[in-house]
């Protein structure tokens, strides 16, 4: 039988005499007065010999703990004590008589012990279980300690992250734990020295990093009485930080080559004319390249449009950013999306395992030059519409939405308007694109950049070739009177071609593609049936006369000298010839 405590007593303690948890009433006076067979078998003693006996020579810690609720009134719940034989879980509860805190019942179990569950009333043991039920729930570490710092409960999660089993954390003082290099810093420590939330980085012993915040919580005098602590695993956050990092770094990289490889392409000596048309475009074009407004450049294939959009970006604020073009008629369209706005790892059977910026995230700070838009499909056409509305786009397979700092330049050989009454091409994407419209006639109606052209184009393929031949006077005009259905990248073709494949020093009418010798030559297609303009023809002579003396010579001075004439004749010989090209 248990000890017997006053007769005051006997109605609560009677009911803990069969009570698998331990149970001792301390007085005021911190006499030990009534001990249930559990707390002697806690302390390995009959609990006959409990009752009587100083609390403090008992259990010190124990008596420490009852006389702060004795003084102050306030239970203390979820305390560890550590003796020798186990650790266990108590709580001191305060026992009134006349209005005075006259004992201290000392429960010490395990609220969460199904074999000691009826040490606690129903409700209470409601709570317990739905805090146990919370807790192992989280997927997140949780851990609660008393106000000292000694562990009171600590979920699965949490021993996961440390790896360390339950009975090597709980009832355990927080700072023996960091003692022993489980991990590098306590935020209960914290918590309990600056008596506020704390949040901290801790690397745990086993390999871990987490992120972790202590919470404390308040008694009713405002004093600390528990901390609550949730970790945070974010090992796996931190890798994908410095994955995202690589990828920056990777995209950086891109971005720089592709600059330098753009440095090299671009300059004033690449974009070749001298017909008004084209030098009215050129004057247009430096116009709007310090803006941030978008550009539509139409006109023929191979006229000149990527040249053009280059010269716009090498001229424009964003010239030090990558130009990147996009050929929106070569790219598949099961790839589009992830090849335009890229994909996360994963997000597709054969996708790269570290995910891929798309040719949109390439261009930001830069220009993004969308080539033939008028070969887009209609469902391409709305995504396409949606970045350039928010100029913000998602990469494949991924979540978080990126602002993309772009200047878009597209280009077409189509006639958008018609496509447009068509209903072949949005008519809303053609008012994004269709800001400032830009168009380059082909090169038939401007004879005078023929000759510029063919001379630049025989200096620089012979150079990269370390081919020196020269254009005889035959070949030259039957190429200058073709009329280049293929434009500038023909023109650029057949200079290569016969430089390569023509056998002398001189390329001869022989050595040219069959198209071109059929070209007619109109100085020297007289018709003598019907008569003709001498004039006309007269200055037709001259002026071919006057273009290879400036090819041989390089300046008009000279040629002026050559020729005998004054300079002011040869420049208003050739201004009258490109004037006429615009009529």
Known sequence: MAAQPTSELTPITSHFDASPAGVLVIDAKGIVVYANPAAGRIFEQAHLEIVGTPAEILEPEAWLAARVTIKSGAPQLGNRLRLDQCNVLVNYLPVYADGLVRWVMVMMGDPWDPEQGSLYPEPYKAVASQLEAIMESSFDGLWITNNQGVVVKINRAA??????????????FVGDLLD???FNGSVTLEVLRRKTTVTMVQHLKSGKKILATGSPIYDAEGEVAF????????TLLDRMRRQLEESEAQLEQFRSTLLEKQLEEMSDDHFMCRSRAMKEVYEKALRVAPTNSTVLITGESGVGKSMLAKLIHAKSPRAQGPFVRVDCAAIPTSLFESELFGYERGAFTGASSRGKPGLVELANQGTL?????GELPPEHQVKLLRFLEARRMIRVGGSVEKEIDTRVIAATNKDLAAEVEAKRFRHDLFYRFNVVPLFV????????????????????IGED???HKQLGPEARTLMLNYSYPGNVREL?????????LSPGEE?????LPAEVRKAQDHSQDLDWEQGFDLRQRLRDLELDWIREALRRLGTQRKVAQHLRVSQSTIARRLQEEEDSTIH
Do not use: A, M
């Open 227 to 234: 901390v609550v602590i949730n970790d945070r695993d974010i």
């Open 465 to 467: 070739n370390q081919i």
């Open 369 to 373: 030059f969308l080539d033939e838009i």
């Open 492 to 500: 650029e073709n057949i200079v290569e071609r016969v430089l390569i």
């Open 159 to 172: 021993l996961r992250l440390t790896g360390l089993p339950r009975e090597k954390v709980e009832g355990r």
């Open 507 to 511: 390329v001869r009418p022989e050595d």
């Open 441 to 460: 006639p082909p090169l038939r109606e401007r004879p005078s950049d023929i000759l510029y052209l063919l001379d630049f184009f025989l200096k620089r």
């Open 180 to 182: 022993e290099g489980n």
